[in-house]
């Protein structure tokens, strides 16, 4: 039997789901690139690519050109789409947006911070401390775009642990907003060690209030950790800005020429 018949498809396919289950992916997220799974679970990227198309015809999965494959969104009644698609062509037509999203954060992810420490349930306790362990796993990781979705996770096991789903709806559509806009920046984040001591630090000081049932420091940890997470997401969107603004600069080009041996 050939790797690439329909029974070794629906088989991979089956493990794909199995594998996005373990590792807890939720809808917004992306999968690590096409080589990297194809190398996980010792196949052809044809096979997988055959494996990801089947979810892609079944739902679970989207496509986006030039963006990867990600966890597609549940199409409930009242969506977070239906909440968050105003700010997305608010976003689009002026990208400077996403820090009044990131603003927006600090009053729902420190609500979310003080209801999960009053209504958190043993089996929410045990998913935030998985969700948390597994940021400290990717601390070595050479992917830092899993490292980034781990942080997301983390916070969205909050979000499900305050027991509120607008709060959930909501934190998730801004998630998916700010894939495209801060993913890279949080990606910088975790190639910096200094930063991820301190992401790590915030995180550990948030599980441990709401693992303690302290409403107050929830929320004071969550606003202390978000007004860390958007000064340095705003630092490196400027050094960006900085850098692309150096590169159009007039005889650019010649002095990087002459820089050459």
């Known amino acids: 039997m050939t790797e690439n018949t329909p029974r070794l498809a629906d088989t991979l396919r089956a493990r794909l789901r199995a594998w ?17 799974l194809a190398a996980e679970f010792g196949v052809s990227r044809s096979s997988l690519r055959e494996a990801i198309q089947q979810l892609i015809s079944s739902g679970v999965l989207i496509s986006r050109r030039g963006g990867g494959t990600w966890l597609r969104q549940p199409q409930e009644p009242w969506s977070e789409q239906r909440i968050v698609e105003p700010i997305r062509q608010l976003l689009a ?8 999203i990131l603003e927006a954060r600090h009053a729902i ?120 997470v958007h000064t340095t997401l705003k630092t490196l969107h400027e050094d960006e800005a900085r850098q692309a603004r150096i590169t159009r600069l007039p005889g650019h080009d010649l002095d990087k020429r002459k820089e050459k041996p």
Do not use: C
């Open 20 to 36: 996005i289950d373990e590792h807890q992916l939720q809808p917004g997220m992306r999968l690590p690139a096409e080589r990297r």
């Open 109 to 228: 992810e420190a609500s979310t911070a003080w209801h999960a420490a009053l209504r958190a349930t043993e089996a929410d306790k045990e998913k935030l401390q998985y969700a948390f362990d597994a940021t400290l796993k990717l601390k070595e990781s050479d992917d830092p775009d899993l490292a980034a979705q781990a942080d997301v996770r983390f916070h969205l096991a909050i979000a499900e642990a305050s027991h509120n789903v607008v709060l959930l709806q909501t934190m998730r559509g801004f998630f998916d907003l700010l894939q495209s806009s801060v993913m890279q920046s949080r990606q910088r984040m975790y190639t910096q060690p200094v930063i991820f001591d301190r992401l790590t630090e915030q995180h550990q000081a948030l599980l441990n209030a709401i693992l303690a049932g302290d409403a107050e420091a929830a929320r004071l940890a969550a606003m202390d950790h978000l007004g860390f």
């Open 93 to 100: 037509a002026d990208p400077d947006y996403r820090y009044d």
